[in-house]
């Protein structure tokens, strides 16, 4: 099985709106998250990431938040744009074990309403 | 857009052939990582090139292989192609001091 899953695979809100993004990961020694954003026909764009030292971590319009205790990471997306909709995949490896690759969830479909 | 790209976009083989896919990474980084990602699902990892050699690998056989070139772009090589190889092949690359990769477009490779 995936050590990375997403609790849903469709997400849809109303444009302007904040939306999460949960995920649930069951490696013990990930200490690096990752969120990437997939557009079809494109390849998997960087979001923002955080290290397992943190638990929160704030970009334009996003935040990423860590509960290492449940294992579990979200991805919040302030004042929903047209532009967000997208597949969003949330992705675990273990710094400095660059050499494993990332694991991958399967992904959730946001879909931005009018 | 990331400064990585490959080539081709869109490729149709025959079961039983072989293929090669091409990665240039972006400027400055060093290392290149490729993945598969079959529809509606995540990318997994296939391995990681370092300094011209292969220096992880995930759960595939062996009949994917790649190259590094010493300007760090990257080849992968699929032989005896099954209908399952059908996917978006994805390279990504990265720079050692930094943990986040950064991925191309992709290659869509369809198996007849």
């Known amino acids: 099985g995936e050590s990375v899953g997403l609790h849903l695979p469709t997400l849809s809100v109303q444009e302007g709106d904040n939306s999460i993004i949960n995920c649930a990961y069951s490696n013990s020694a990930s200490d690096y998250f990752i969120w990437y954003k997939q557009e079809s026909g494109k390849g998997p764009q960087f979001i923002i990431d955080?290290?397992?030292?943190?638990d929160k971590r704030q970009g334009q319009r996003v935040t990423v938040l860590l509960n290492k205790t449940v294992k579990h990471l979200s991805l919040q997306i302030a004042a929903t744009q047209p532009g967000d909709s997208a597949v969003y995949f949330c992705a675990e490896n273990a710094l400095g074990g660059g050499a494993d690759g990332l694991t991958f969830g399967k992904g959730t479909h946001l879909i931005i309403q009018p | 857009e990331t400064g990585v790209t490959q080539s081709p976009t869109h490729l149709i083989k025959t079961r039983g052939q072989q293929v090669t896919l091409r990665c240039s990474s972006q400027s400055g980084h060093n290392t290149v990582s490729w993945y598969q990602q079959a529809l509606g699902q995540g990318p997994q990892f296939i391995f990681q090139y370092y300094r011209e050699e292969e220096n992880g690998r995930g759960n595939f056989p062996p009949r994917f292989s790649g190259l590094q070139f010493p300007n760090y772009s990257s080849e992968l090589n699929v032989n005896a192609l099954e209908l399952d190889d059908s996917a978006l092949y994805l390279c990504?690359?990265?720079?050692?001091?930094?943990?986040?990769?950064?991925f191309g477009p992709g290659t869509r490779l369809t198996v007849t």
């Open positions: 955080i290290r397992s030292n943190m």
């Open positions: 990504a690359s990265t720079s050692p001091w930094l943990s986040e990769q950064y």
